[in-house]
Every structure is written in C-alpha cells, then in structure tokens.
DNA sequence: GTTACTCCCTACCAAGTGGTAGGCCATAGC
DNA sequence: GCTATGGCCTACCACTTGGTAGGGAGTAAC
C-alpha cells in the first residue's frame, strides 16, 4: 500500500477543474483534453485516474451530491427544531448554491443531459429528505402554513426556484435595471428568491411566536438591509460531527 | 424570383427537428449528422440550408422566441385590462411551455450555454414586458400585491420558476410518491407551480373584487383564449395578419 | 541490488466533427 | 430547343474526439 505520498491532491484537482468545466461548458461542451490542460497533465494521464469520461462526470456528480447531501438533512433538523427555522434553512440553502454558482449550473445541467441518472441519484439521496420536509409542511398546514400547498410539490419546486435562481442570477442581474454596478441587482435577487419561497408556503398572518411549527414572523433583522449573518456556521444544528469539512 | 415552389417546408422541417434534438441533447449534444438524419436528408444539404451550425442555432432560438414574445405583450395587455387576470396569465405562460416542455428546455440550455447570446435577445425582447409587469406590480403593492414584493426580481424569478418548472417537470414527477401512474403527479406538479407564483405575489387576503388591479380570487376559468395580437412590436398593436402560424 | 507499484508521459488510433467542392437533376424562363 | 437556378446529392477534407499501448522515472519494500 504504501501510504501513498498524495492520494488525493491530484484527483481532487481533476474533480474541482472538471466540476468548473462541465458547469460552465456543459458536459459535451467540454474534452478531456480541456480538463487535461486546465489540471495542467496531458489526457492519458488524466484516463489514468479516471478511466472513462463517464466516470469522471459521475465522481463529479458524486461529489458534489455528497456536500448538498451533508448539508440538507442538517438543515432539516434545524427546521424541524423550532420557531422560525424557515428563513435559516432557505438561506442556507441559498448560500450554499451562491457561494459557488457552477454547482447550481452543475446540477441543472446535469438534470437536463442526464435525467434518468440524475433521477437515480435524486430518488437515493435527497427524495427521502423531501419526505421529511413535506410532512413537516403538511403538520404546519392551516397554522404557519398556507393551507392549500402542496407539500411534496411544493417541497420540489422550492428547491428548483432555488437552484436554478442562482444558476441564472448572473444573467438576470445584468438584465436589471440597475445591473451595472455589481452589487445592489444581486442582492435584490438573493432576497426575493427567499421571499418568494417563503410567502408562497408561510401566511403572513398575525403573529403567532408561540406555534411550535414555523412562524411566520419576519426574522428580526429587516427585510431590507441585508446584513450577512455570520458565514459558515449555521445556527442551532449541531452538526453531526462526523459531517463534511471539506469544501465548505 | 420563381414563386419557390416550397420556400418553407424544408427549412420548417429542419427547425423542428433541430429544435427537438438541441431541446434534449444540447446543442454540443447533437450533430449536425444526427439532425439530417432526424429531417431524412444529407448533411450538405442541410448546409445548404443553414451555412453553418451556429446559424441553425440562432434560427432555432429566433423561431422560439419569436413564439414566446408574441404571447407575451397580449398577455401583460390582458394582465393590465383588468381584475382576476393574474390566473390566466400565468396559466397560459405555463401552457405554453407545458404544450412542448422542449421549449422550456431548450431556454434553460441556452441560458447556460450562450448567455451572453441570451441576455442581449432577452434585454431586446423580454425585458421591455418584464417593465410593463414590474409597474404593474407596484402600482398594485399595498393592495392586492405584497407590500414587500421586489418588482423586477420578482418578475425574473417567476419567469425562471415557470420555465424550469416545466423543464423539470417530468424528473420531478418521477420523483414524486405517485409518479408512476402518470396523471395526477403533473397536474399537481403545475396547480403547486401557478400557486407558488400567485400567493408569492398576492395577499390572500379579504376579497376585494372591486379592485381595479390584481385581484387573488380565482378565475372562473377561461384563460384569454385566441385572438392572436401582434407580432414584432409588443404592447398593444394589432396584429399585421402576416403573423406566424408557425408552431403552435 | 531487484522487484513492484504508482504516476505520468509520448505516440498512436478509429471514429466522428463541422464544413467544402463539385456534380446531377428537376423545374422555370426564354 | 437552351440556359439558369435551386435543392439535393456523393466524395472528401482537416481536425478533434475519447481512448489505447507501452515505456520511463520515482519511490518503497526486501
């Protein structure tokens, strides 16, 4: 065996470079010889840790499932914890995807190139957190929770709005009104992305700060003055500290 | 000139075709082989009648956006005219690309693969409409609209949340608990999709059907059907008969 | 030393890519 | 009849694609 001097320093590189790649360029958009020279070895080279281009584009997959998997059930819990979780886990989620757009690309590429695979991986990893989330929905239904949703539908569309709103937010910012100067457009868009998933599922109602299930009270920070808080730690939630140290 | 005996047929022929393949293997996914092939033709022929792909491929978005902003304007007309429009509007924004999902796909891939392509014919062609709503909107804040609903974005991520929600419509019915038998999962799929748009916009609030504006109550029914408006110009403008009678 | 193993390389391949050159044939105008 | 033109064809091009064969350099165990 020996301990192999760096067992993981060059593939990681070929993963990260090929994540990039396939994110921006597309899968077929994108040779082994573009990755090659992006990592920075020639394309055999390359084979040689990845023995096909299929399987390069699934250990890609596979790791960036891995992160959005370690986080979302953490999330989960968070929201099944308490009061006024929603905001905390929608941003999270948000954040998550914002930090590096080529993810949000990534997984919408991916579901458009290869959807039977992605359904696969979906229908292992996250459709069992969706269950999880849509009973939790369906347990605030007619208190916090818009009566009529529908919660797995809604739990689908959600995490679509999100995505795909931060794969395209670049496009959309420019689009703006005020697109030019880089800041203001995006964080406009970051916020209504929040707020258009949480008042389509939250009743404004009267304040109820007791309900044990979602409130639907504004978080206390304004609405309007953004205010980041805090960067890679999310409240409550202890992790389970086995979880991921690694992109993040 | 000769009267050209078929000047379209062919060249309608490849469109379709192109369309389909571009729509659901990308446009590095699919051959200019495999799109004469589809058409049953050579491919100098097709040359011949597209001189190069990305000509094919412009042609190919052209035609579908063409579709798309001759709906629109007549759509931000019925929006305007009056109260309870907001249900149909949205709902034939969803019929449309629920009729042939591939247009919907075929935005998304586009929007990633070429967006600078893109945000120029969307800064032509959609962003002027996305003005119209957007006031829209605001007149209506305070009243039936959210008080805090941010215009523009709002209007962005609701265009991006119809498209890919039917982009992804078929993955996510798979997914869902009743996915298999096909029916019900869809129909569910697109009300939660013309809900999440809706009650992210409006307040649920007391009727108010005097109201000139945006009224939440549900339609009875009839989306604004036929009567087909203008084609190049958006706003208003009668149609100049020539219009196109192509896809739909 | 020898062996074994990992990592990366040069050289090469068949197949497929977008695109060109040029010819054949039908129709249309004269 | 003759010519012209548009639409489709066969044949071919240079280039890139994903992938293979096989060898050399480095390190580690013995």
Not at 201 to 216: D, H, M, N
Request: hydrophobic content about 40%; overall charge positive; proline content about 7%.
């Amino acid at each position: 065996m020996a301990a192999t001097p760096h067992p993981l320093p060059m593939r990681e590189k070929i993963l990260v470079e090929a994540t990039r790649l396939f994110a921006r360029q597309g899968y077929d958009g994108t040779s082994l010889q573009a990755i090659a020279d992006a990592v920075g070895i020639k394309k055999p080279s390359l084979i040689h840790h990845f023995a096909s281009k299929d399987l390069l584009r699934q250990a890609v997959l596979d790791a960036q499932l891995t992160h959005w998997n370690e986080l979302l059930p953490r999330l989960v819990l968070a929201a099944a914890a308490g009061e006024d979780q929603f905001d905390a886990v929608t941003r999270e989620i948000v954040r998550f995807f914002s930090k590096d757009p080529d993810r949000a690309r990534l997984l919408v590429r991916e579901a458009l190139d290869h959807p039977e695979d992605m359904q696969e991986r979906f229908s292992r990893l996250v459709v069992p957190v969706v269950g999880s989330l849509a009973q939790l929905i369906r347990r605030g239904r007619g208190k916090a929770v818009h009566a009529d949703v529908d919660a797995e539908a809604y739990v689908f569309h959600a995490i679509n709005l999100f995505i795909s709103g931060v794969a395209f937010a670049d496009s959309f910012q420019r689009l703006m009104p005020d697109g030019k100067k880089r800041g203001p457009a995006a964080e406009r868009l970051t916020r209504e992305l929040l707020r258009i998933g949480k008042s389509s599922l939250i009743q404004p109602g009267p304040r109820r700060s007791a309900e044990p299930t979602w409130s639907s009270t504004a978080s206390p920070d304004s609405p309007a003055t953004g205010k980041r808080p805090a960067r890679g730690k999310h409240r409550v939630s202890r992790a389970p500290k086995s979880a991921a140290r690694e992109t993040e």
